[in-house]
T-cell receptor, first 116, second 113 residues
Framework: DSGVTQTPKHLITATGQRVTLRCSPR?????VYWYQQSLDQGLQFLIQ???????AKGNILERFSAQQFPDLHSELNLSSLELGDSALYFC???????????????FGPGTRLTVL | GQNIDQPTEMTATEGAIVQINCTYQ??????LFWYQQHAGEAPTFLSY????GLEEKGRFSSFLSRSKGYSYLLLKELQMKDSASYLC??????????????FGAGTRLAVHP
C-alpha cells in the first residue's frame, strides 16, 4: 500500500458523459501527478499540481481538467468522453523535490475507466 | 525533446539473470528511476540512479551512465513473480525545484519455468 488512494476503482460510462476521478496523496506530500495508461501503452503524464497550483502539463486534452484542493486532494475531470478515453488513470504523489534526493513518486491503485 | 527507449518484450528462464536496457535523451536530467508494474496494478518503485555507477538492492541492480544516456536494470535469480512490465523513467528538474517524470513505454518481461 503506497498510501495514495484513488476513487472510484472502476467507472463505466457512456460517450459524451463527464466523470470526476479523485485522488488523496500520501500524508505530507504536496505534489500530485496524474497519468493515463491505455491498453498496452506506457504511462502518459497528464498534469502536475503542487500545493494547489498547477506546475507542469503533459499531453492533457482540453476536454480534461484537474485541480488540487487546500486539503491537497486532487480531482481529474474528464468531459465529452470518447471511446478512446478508456484507460487506467493513475495518481501519484511525491514530497517536495530537492535536487539530488530520490523523492520517488508513489502511485495509487488507479481508476479503470471504461467508456461505452 | 525527450525520448526514452527500452525493448518492448523480453523472456527469461526462472533462476536466470536478465538485463533490461534503457536509453534516453533529455534536458535537465535529475535522476533515472525503474518501476515494476504488474498487469492492471500500480507501478512500484524499484531503483533510483542519479550518479554514474551501479546501485544494488537485493536481487535487483541498476546502472547509469549519464554521458551515454544509458541505464540498465539487472534482475538476478529470476522468479515467476518477476513477470511484469519494467518502466524506465527519467526525471527532469525545472525551476522552483519541482520535478517531472517521463516514462518509457515499458519492457514486458515473461519468466518461464
Amino acid at each position: 500500500d503506497s498510501g495514495v488512494t484513488q476513487t472510484p476503482k472502476h467507472l463505466i460510462t457512456a460517450t459524451g458523459q463527464r466523470v470526476t476521478l479523485r485522488c488523496s496523496p500520501r500524508s505530507g506530500d504536496l505534489s500530485v501527478y496524474w497519468y493515463q495508461q491505455s491498453l498496452d501503452q506506457g504511462l502518459q503524464f497528464l498534469i502536475q499540481y503542487y500545493n494547489g497550483e498547477e506546475r507542469a502539463k503533459g499531453n492533457i486534452l482540453e476536454r480534461f481538467s484537474a485541480q488540487q484542493f487546500p486539503d491537497l486532494h486532487s480531482e481529474l475531470n474528464l468531459s465529452s468522453l470518447e471511446l478512446g478515453d478508456s484507460a487506467l488513470y493513475f495518481c501519484a504523489s511525491s514530497p517536495v523535490g530537492r535536487e539530488g534526493r530520490r523523492n520517488e513518486q508513489f502511485f495509487g491503485p488507479g481508476t479503470r475507466l471504461t467508456v461505452l | 525533446g525527450q525520448n526514452i527507449d527500452q525493448p518492448t518484450e523480453m523472456t527469461a528462464t526462472e533462476g536466470a539473470i536478465v538485463q533490461i536496457n534503457c536509453t534516453y535523451q533529455t534536458s535537465g536530467f535529475n535522476g533515472l528511476f525503474w518501476y515494476q508494474q504488474h498487469a492492471g496494478e500500480a507501478p512500484t518503485f524499484l531503483s533510483y540512479n542519479v550518479l554514474d555507477g551501479l546501485e544494488e538492492k537485493g536481487r535487483f541492480s541498476s546502472f547509469l551512465s549519464r554521458s551515454k544516456g544509458y541505464s540498465y536494470l539487472l534482475l538476478k535469480e529470476l522468479q515467476m513473480k518477476d513477470s511484469a512490465s519494467y518502466l524506465c523513467a527519467v526525471r527532469n528538474m525545472f525551476s522552483g525545484g519541482y520535478n517531472k517524470l517521463i516514462f518509457g513505454a515499458g519492457t514486458r518481461l515473461a519468466v518461464h519455468p
